[in-house]
């Protein structure tokens, strides 16, 4: 992923005359395959089996639904022996239900995920547009690439949480610098993806949309786009990860709700409980938000070829 | 547009190609003057690395020349155009696109309305014989189903001069001759010019009226190739000794040059 190096396959601003044959090999050399999703390929509309209905007696292949249900099960049950024989006072798997129940009756659960949810969403919709928008630039542009891209390189080696101190101290203890830091880990993973996309464009589907007399806006619009299209949404759906990620660290700056403030509050009274039923949420909230990318993801790039 | 009785359709006017390479240049195309005529079918052939490529893609407006000009009725070629169009050996379709929607690309991006463009493309989609696939994504298709679909979205916008590089080097034997006829069969029954680019010497002399045969290192035409043999063409073509005689001619000359290594630097 070192796409610091020039690139001379610059996907043409001008490209009428210059770069004859396709030549994607030299520049584009860093970029990978485009060959997001790669966990499951289940999950997706495209196979819709019948899942209550019971695996029959005697078919060979368990659904993998129900094996994930019953691993699910199975890891609780481990949960609940562990805590049951008092490993270093961990609550078992009632207990922190219980809690749960409780933090939901008294409205903090929600409360605190609603708070939580609103950051990330808000840091990363911020992130991503900004992101999908820069890296089109530059992708495009590359007099916008060469000015930005040493700002982009260097702070993507830079984990946000260590900005956190940084945008304290410039924004103060508001909702400012927790959206800020969230936006920034968004934003940086989704625009390096959206370049790689944009520098990656084969060549020869420029070439072929040109000859059927499309011009710039055209080829942007219909060739450039839809070919980076899978690449952003793996960038986002990276960026989600830290978004979520920087969330909980982003709350432990004097935050009054929230996830990681509720279980940094916890903390200090040593209730576990709270601070597992915090765990399970944010665990619980970025799978489903993943979930949810994912399944744009298979909707929009379902013309891919799959391997 | 003048006096001229009947003016070649695309000009090649000492044409030449020279790309940069470390510490000095490389000239892929030296000097290259040929005139096609209207419905004229050419088809060039060479060694690999002659600028086969090289002067299809200048005459497509993709590569600029560094000398000379093309010109394509009457007018200098400066970038692309639907006048013409190209065929492309790795098929090039828009895999997030239908197999309609591809042939449609043309088309929308020339504004041309919904209804229309629906029945030129499925006009087209037919003409290829992939009707039934006409909702099917590129990833589904065979090779030469996927030629057939590039055809096809190369007809509807029914340009002129249709540019062909080694568009059925990819496919098998067999499918290459069922595209080759259907290939003859459309061009001989419309009017367009077309300029065809293969390594195969059998399809060079079965499709065209004349083989332009390059030599490499520079690249430039070495021999033109009259193929007197008449139109349509069939099975029996390819068995006549008329047909033998003109591959051989063809054959050696174009192995009997000089072999080509890779271009210096
Ligand atoms: N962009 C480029 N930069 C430098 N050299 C190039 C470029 N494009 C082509 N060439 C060189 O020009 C020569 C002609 O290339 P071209 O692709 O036209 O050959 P070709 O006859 O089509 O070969 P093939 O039959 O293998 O397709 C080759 O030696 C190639 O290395
Ligand atoms: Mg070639």
Redesign the interface.
């Known amino acids: 992923m070192t796409a610091g190096q020039p690139m001379d396959a610059a996907v043409g601003r001008e490209p ?3 770069g ?2 396709p030549d994607p090999g030299e520049g584009a050399a860093s970029v990978p395959e485009p060959t997001p999703a790669p966990d499951d390929g289940e999950g997706s509309a495209s196979a819709p089996k019948p899942v209550g209905v019971a695996a029959p007696h005697g078919a060979r292949r368990v659904p993998a639904p129900v094996l994930n249900v019953l691993s699910l099960a199975a890891g609780v049950a481990v949960w609940a022996l562990l805590a049951a024989h008092g490993v270093g006072g961990l609550p078992g798997p009632e207990a922190v239900g219980r809690r749960a129940v409780e933090m939901l009756r008294d409205g903090t659960l929600e409360g605190d995920m609603l708070a939580s949810l609103r950051r990330v969403l808000a840091g990363f919709a911020l992130g991503t547009v900004l992101a999908v928008l820069v890296g089109f630039l530059m992708g495009w542009y590359p007099v916008v690439r060469a000015l930005c891209e040493p700002y982009v390189q260097f702070f993507r080696t830079i984990p946000p949480l260590a900005l956190i101190p940084v945008a304290v101290v410039l924004m103060g203890i508001g909702e400012t610098p927790k959206i800020f830091v969230i936006f920034l880990a968004a934003f940086l993973s989704t625009v390096v993806a959206t370049l790689q996309g944009v520098v990656g464009v ?1 060549r ?2 420029i ?9 710039d806006t ?1 080829v942007f619009l ?2 450039v786009i ?2 980076a ?1 899978p690449f952003i949404l793996v960038g986002m759906r990276i960026g989600l990860g830290s978004a979520w990620a920087t969330v909980v660290a982003a709350e432990l700056i004097a935050a009054q709700e929230g996830l990681g403030f509720r279980m940094q509050h916890a903390e200090t009274y040593y209730d576990l409980d709270t601070i597992f039923v915090g765990l399970v949420a944010i665990g619980v909230l970025g799978l489903v938000m993943d979930r949810l990318l994912l399944l744009a993801e298979h909707r929009l ?5 799959r391997r | 547009m003048t006096d001229r009785t009947s003016p070649p359709k695309i000009s090649f006017r000492d044409v030449g190609c020279r790309f940069p390479v470390r510490g000095g240049h490389f000239t892929a195309v030296d000097r290259v003057s040929l005139d096609v005529g209207e419905r004229e079918f050419v088809t060039v052939v060479g060694p690999s690395g002659c600028g086969k490529s090289t002067l299809l893609n200048m005459a497509a407006g993709l590569v600029t020349p560094t000398s000379g000009e093309v010109v394509v009725d009457g007018r200098r070629v400066t970038g692309p155009g639907p006048d013409r169009g190209v065929i492309f050996q790795q098929y090039a379709l828009f895999p997030w696109l239908t197999v309609r929607r591809n042939v449609e690309f043309g088309l929308r991006v020339a504004g041309v309305g919904a209804a229309e463009r629906r029945r030129r493309a499925d006009e087209a989609i037919a003409l290829v014989g992939l009707g039934d696939f006409a909702d099917a994504l590129p990833k589904t298709l065979s090779g030469g189903m996927k030629q057939r679909c590039a055809i096809a979205r190369a007809y509807a916008v029914d340009p002129d001069v249709l540019l062909m590089d080694e568009p059925f080097g990819a496919l098998d034997s067999l499918t290459r001759v069922q595209l080759q006829e259907q290939l003859l069969d459309t061009w001989s029954r419309q009017t367009r010019t077309v300029v065809f680019v293969t390594h195969d010497v059998e399809e060079a002399v079965y499709l065209a009226g004349r083989v332009v045969v390059m030599a490499a290192r520079p690249g430039r035409v070495h021999r033109i190739v009259d193929v007197p043999l008449p139109y349509p063409r069939t099975e029996e073509t390819r068995l006549s000794p008329e047909f033998a005689a003109l591959r051989n001619e063809v054959w050696s000359a174009v192995h009997h040059q000089a072999p080509v290594e890779a271009p210096a630097r």
């Open positions: 009428v005359m210059d004859p044959a084969d020869t589907l070439d072929a949309a040109r000859v059927l007399g499309a011009r055209a219909r060739v839809p070919a299209a790039t379902r013309w891919q070829e």
